[in-house]
């Protein structure tokens, strides 16, 4: 069965740390360029980050640059999403996304749009709050 499946998520106070991990299984990521997405209660689903597969080229919201950052390990099939300094307002489900069989690298003027992927984890839970 083709998964990708999120994990990682929890409640952390602000400035705190959490890693996300977006793991596949049915088939290997290496390559698909991944995107990681978010959405929060009454809102929009946003765009977070995108990693290419084969350069690793990566992408990253305003609202998060230099302080999460994007990897992968294709042999463990995983991406990550390492996120620090966290705000209440990063409270959200984070997504992690890509196109099937193939997409190699993130769109570079539309990889924030959640309708450049066509294949979705579930989400995972992500609580910002002291």
């Known amino acids: 069965q083709v998964q990708l499946v999120e994990s990682g998520g929890g409640l952390v106070q602000p400035g705190g740390s959490l890693r996300l991990s977006c793991t596949a299984s049915?088939?290997?990521?290496?390559?698909?360029?991944i995107g990681w997405f978010r959405q929060a209660p009454g809102k929009e689903r946003e765009g977070v980050s995108c990693?290419?597969?084969?350069?690793?080229?990566?992408y990253y919201a305003d609202s998060v640059k230099g302080r999460f950052t994007v990897s992968r390990d294709n042999a463990k099939n995983t991406v990550y999403l390492q996120m620090n300094s966290l705000k209440p307002e990063d409270t959200a489900v984070y997504f992690c996304?890509?196109?099937?069989?193939?997409?190699?690298?993130?769109?570079?003027?539309?990889?924030?749009?959640?309708?450049?992927?066509?294949?979705w984890g579930q989400g995972t839970q992500v609580t910002v709050s002291s």
């Open positions: 996304a890509t196109d099937l069989p193939v997409k190699y690298y993130c769109t570079a003027y539309g990889w924030w749009i959640p309708s450049d992927y066509d294949y």
């Open positions: 049915g088939f290997t990521l290496d390559a698909n360029a």
């Open positions: 990693i290419s597969s084969t350069d690793g080229y990566t």
